[in-house]
Structure formats: C-alpha cells, structure tokens
C-alpha cells in the first residue's frame, strides 16, 4: 500500500484492529441470519508526511450509500456547536445576502439551517440521499453527490458557482482521495474565500487512546503538520486553526488560495505546529506502543463485563455511536454480554448492531430495563449523557465510560 498523499510505500503499522464490518451497518432482524462482510482494519504511519490511514478495503460508496444511518440533529450539544460556528463567522468574515456558504457533508442541514435563518444564500453537497432529503425539506438546495476536484469545476466552470465559505465538519477525514478532495476545494473557492474544515486530531487519539474512533469510514487521522502539507501542495495556504473540544479533540482550520494576501496568517498555526514537534509527532517513535494502549482498554472492559455476567448484573450501552461498534467488535464483545443499546436516532432504533448484534432501542427500553451499569460509547458527549440519563442513579445504577481507560461513575 501507498501513502494516499505522498505515495511513499507504508510499512509502518500504527494499529491493528483486526477484521470488522462498516461500523454504521446497522441490520436488520431479517439480516441477523445471513452472512455479514468483515474487511481488515489495519492502519498504517507514513514515515515521509506522517499521514496515518487505513487501507481502502471498503469503498466509500458502499459506506455512505442511501440507507446511511448518521443524522447530525440528534446531537443538541453538536447543532449548539454548529450554531456558534455561524454566529462566529457570520462576525468576524461579515457574511450577508450577498455571499455564498456551501458546505461538503451537509447530511440533515444541521449547520446550513443556521446561515439559511440569517438570509445568508447556502448550499449543501451530500452523497447520503436520505439524509440529504431531510436538508432539501428545510429549504436548503443541496447536490446529492460525493465532491471532489469533477464535481468542483462543474459547480465552478459549468454552473458559474463559487463559494465565499466553503466549510466541511468531520468530512476531511473521511474521504479516500483527499488530495482530489483538497484539489476540489481550490476550485470552487472564490479569489478571496475561506474553506474551514474540522477534523479529529491525531495528536488528541494517540494521547488519550482514542482507538475506538478508528473505522472503516475514516480513512485518515490528521495532524496540522501533515494537513498543512496536503492543502499546500494545492495552492492553499493554512491562515488560522482552533483546538476544539469535540469529538475528543478536534482542530477547525482556515483556509485560502495561497495568492490571497487579505488574510495574514495568524500565531495561532505556529503554536499548535509546535505543540505537534515538541510532542514528536514528525517521527516514528510517537507513534509506537499504541496497539499495546488499546490491548489493555480491551483486557480491562471485558473483564469487566465478566465479572458483572457472574455477578448477575445487567449491563446496557447507551450511543449506537460508530466508535461504540468499534470498541465492542474489538473487544470481542456479543449480546451475551451486552444486553441491549439505546439511542436517540429512530433510524439505529429497533436494528441491531453490525457483529456483535446487540440490540438498539429507544430510551423507555432503558427506563423498563433498569440496568445495573451503563456504557457511555460516545464518551466525547458523557457530560450531556450523564445528565440526560442521571435518573438511573435512583435504581442505584451506575455509568461506564470505557476510553481512555475503564471508569466507573
């Protein structure tokens, strides 16, 4: 395999978790008896860019297909993220009536909603068809498509259709070309746009065992130093970046073409770029004993798990979450052990998890049942969760929170 930016030949193995199914391929009853598809999931470190990816064993079209089950509106804590992003550049970059957001993974319309109310013009661009249908029924005008550098001049050369905004949260990670993806952005920018993207940092996955966030839908974990390199080999220069609390630490960047002299570049880009260095993010070493980090977080839950099944306690989930299938089909970890999930989505509702077939329910499930523990498996949102579900302390039940290390709460 090749490095999907530099083409140096990888042979570095950052992780292995082994084989496992798209971890958003949530079945059916029905699907319970057939066979289900595993694909390896190996990711490796380039010594050259330190990109770390996974190998494309499964294809993006095949994981974002129209039965996708991801809506970003389920999350109140992520659409008052999205709703502070708007209100942040609607201020600092004056964008009006006049100017044009298009946002790259738009899904249900969770953030373009925000622009739309402000009478700012937005587009979305989203290959998930159903999710897309939700956004079109909020009157935002979305393309159903995946975007890359074909779909960018069309917009740009057939359409006459240039973005001051263009902007993309957990999408940069998930592309499998993201050297088209970035060649894409260039072209439908206007002369004096801004693209920001928001992605997972690598810095935070490696530093606080983030393993569980690794899945076939992700085919790259990003750092600012290897980030910089990609967009700059497309003409697009790095301005500013934020060190967010999202998804367990995430870094929103901006953009623009590197001719465009408006936007100084601010300190902000050197500080976190020597945050990486001074951590060793630009060689192999930091990048060494991680597999041994997500051995223990394996050794230590089902251990638990265990213990709890001879004790004849019951234990739930809670967050049909993609990195909540990871951990479990990692950790070996079936519906024996495991009774049930609850999620807010009605789309994850009465389907079962991909390997491990655990049921997913709604919450009354959860009320009805009355576990003895409950695994938080999105722990980035445990705060929201523990407050949502505090009531289950009166039963004298008690929260798990599995990364970075086994927590009882």
């Known amino acids: 395999m090749e490095c999907r930016f530099c083409q140096t030949q990888l042979e570095h193995v950052f992780i292995d978790l082994v084989n496992s199914p798209a971890s958003n391929s949530f079945l059916t009853e029905e699907q319970l008896n057939e066979p289900e598809t ?12 330190f990109l770390v990816q996974v190998d494309e064993y499964k294809k993006s079209d095949a994981i974002f297909d129209s039965n996708y089950v991801y809506f970003s509106s389920y999350s109140k804590s ?40 402000k009478n700012i013009p937005v587009m979305g661009i989203e290959p998930t068809a159903n999710t897309a249908q939700v ?3 909020k009157g935002i005008k979305t393309v159903i498509e995946f975007f890359g550098s074909e779909l960018a001049d069309r917009f740009a050369n057939t359409w006459d259709v240039k973005a001051d905004l263009l902007l993309g949260n957990n999408v940069l990670a998930h592309v499998p070309d993201i050297v ?11 002369d004096t746009g801004v693209v920001t993207m928001e992605f997972p940092h690598l810095m935070q996955l490696v530093d606080n065992n983030q393993f569980d966030t ?32 999202t998804h367990g630490g995430s870094l929103r960047i901006y953009a623009r073409h590197q001719e465009d ?79 049930f999930v609850v999620d807010a989505n009605p789309h994850k509702q009465n389907k079962f998890l991909p390997a491990s077939h655990i049921p997913v329910y709604d919450e009354q499930h959860l009320k009805d049942a009355r576990p003895d523990y ?18 289950i302390r009166e039963w004298g039940g008690r929260f798990v929170i599995p990364i970075p290390e086994l927590q009882l709460l």
């Not at 595993?38 to 860019?49: A, E, G, Q």
């Not at 992003?85 to 100017?99: I, W």
């Not at 601010?266 to 070493?285: Q, R, Y």
Request: aromatic fraction near 14%; include cysteine.
């Open 38 to 49: 595993f694909f390896p999931l190996k990711v490796y470190t380039c010594h050259n860019c």
């Open 78 to 117: 992520w659409l008052e993220h999205a709703k502070r992003y708007t209100e942040m550049m609607t201020e600092r970059f004056g964008y009006n009536e006049d100017s044009l957001v298009i946002e790259v993974a738009s899904n249900d319309g969770y953030l373009l909603q925000y622009f739309k109310e």
């Open 135 to 137: 956004s079109m029924e």
């Open 180 to 190: 088209d993806f970035v060649k894409g952005m260039k072209i439908i920018l206007k």
């Open 214 to 245: 690794i899945y076939h839908e992700h085919f790259s974990y990003l750092s600012l130093y290897t980030v910089q390199q990609i967009f700059a080999a497309q003409g697009l220069e790095l301005f500013d970046v934020d060190e967010l609390p």
């Open 261 to 339: 002299a408006s936007k100084p570049v601010s300190p902000n880009i050197a500080a976190v770029l020597k945050k990486e260095m001074d951590k060793g993010m630009n060689g192999l070493a930091y990048y060494d004993h991680f597999q041994q980090k997500a051995l223990k977080v394996k050794l230590d839950l089902y251990e638990f798990l265990i213990d709890q099944k001879r004790a004849g306690k019951q234990v739930a989930g809670y967050g049909a979450a993609a990195k909540g299938n990871t951990l479990m089909n990692y950790c070996g970890i079936k519906n024996d052990l495991v009774s």
């Open 374 to 391: 409950v695994i938080i498996l999105p722990w980035n949102l445990k705060e929201e969760i523990m407050g949502q579900l505090a009531y």
